[in-house]
């Protein structure tokens, strides 16, 4: 199975008063890295990567704002389609 990393930033939310979980990059095992632009970060515009296990844990963590996690998933076929 193929994976990717996946960075996960606590970033502030579009009202600027709360903090919103954003998808800012995916990098690839070779090294390559794809940045996210900026009004495709929501993570809730990603409903795939939403329902993966790594994600739960990730939402349950308790990041303050400008804290980033790196977390490498592999990709089933509901997250290849997506």
Known sequence: ????RFEFVMKAAADKKS???M?????TP??????????LQEV????????????KKIKNTN???NQK?????????ELKAA
């Open 19 to 21: 903090n919103a979980l």
């Open 23 to 27: 998808v800012t990059s995916i990098t």
């Open 63 to 65: 990041l303050k704002r």
């Open 69 to 77: 996690r790196n977390v490498w998933i592999l990709l089933n076929a």
């Open 30 to 39: 070779d090294g390559e890295i794809f940045d996210i632009p900026a009004e």
């Open 1 to 4: 199975m193929e994976k990717l």
């Open 44 to 55: 809730s515009l990603h409903t795939e990567l939403m329902k993966t296990d790594i994600y």
